[in-house]
């Protein structure tokens, strides 16, 4: 899969995705990740990336020029399922959206800035608008980020049968289970004897009765899922 990243601040994102289960997934050749730097498809002689708005209200919009060359650009070498932008008013991300972007070839993350970008770029030009959260970001890029890692881990090969993405919470819109390390007591307190017994029917169904009530109780929302789809 591969998924290319356009942003005003590719700095930000290069850390994040150049770790861990992301650096092995590139190294295997199972994800390629490309960030571009829209200032250089920017045809403004001081490689200006923002306009005014019409209208109404203080604050810059992303122009249009350099991300219209941009996509363009993309798009005249290879064929995208979806071009995303990230706005905290695009609909909100999930496991769900990560499983099917996870299926896809080719992505492009466009991230937004300012105040946003043109409307008619957003009906023209994208085919997905994605929020990861309600509250407000500085930029889209560390919405990228989060896209870009939870749809990378899931796809096939990338991850190891024990970390498998099937055992993750939410995939069966469950939390995880409580989880224990040695010492088998620490500060007077016990691992449940379950998990030292070495049945592993009965640590599947102990943790699986404790992933229900931890998200009955935490929960509520994710649990009435879990029971819709059962
Ligand atoms: Cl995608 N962008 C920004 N700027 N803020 C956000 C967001 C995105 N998702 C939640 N808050």
Not at 28 to 41: Q, S, V
Not at 46 to 69: L, N, R, T, W
Not at 94 to 117: F, M, P, R, T, V
Not at 194 to 221: F, I, Y
Request: hydrophobic share 35%; with cysteine; glycine share 6%.
């Amino acid at each position: 899969m591969r998924i290319d990243i356009i942003t005003v601040l590719p700095e930000i994102l290069e850390n994040p995705l150049n770790y861990s289960i992301l650096r092995r997934a590139q190294d295997k050749g199972l994800a390629e990740i490309y960030i571009h730097n829209l200032r250089d498809f920017s045809e403004d002689k001081h490689k200006k990336v923002d306009d005014y708005s019409f209208g109404k209200g203080a604050g810059m919009v992303m122009a249009i020029q350099p991300i219209e060359k941009a996509i363009n650009f993309l798009c005249s070498q290879r064929e995208y399922d979806e071009i995303i932008f990230t706005t905290p008013d695009g609909k909100l991300f999930d496991q769900k959206e990560a499983n099917l972007l996870s299926l896809k070839k080719n992505i492009i993350i466009l991230c937004g800035h300012y105040k946003g970008i043109d409307q008619r770029i957003r009906e023209t030009l994208i085919t997905k608008e994605i929020s990861i959260g309600d509250y407000v970001l500085t930029g889209g890029e560390l919405a990228a980020a989060v896209i870009a890692d939870s749809i990378v881990r899931l796809i096939p090969g990338v991850l190891s049968d024990e970390t498998s993405a099937l055992t993750d919470s939410f995939q069966d819109h469950l939390l995880s289970p409580p989880i224990y390390t040695r010492p088998s007591e620490y500060k007077g307190m016990k691992v449940p004897d379950v998990l030292l017994s070495g049945n592993e029917k009965l640590v599947d169904d102990w943790n699986h009765e404790q992933a229900v009530e931890r998200t009955k109780k935490l929960r509520p929302d994710l649990y009435r899922k879990y029971l819709d789809e059962d």
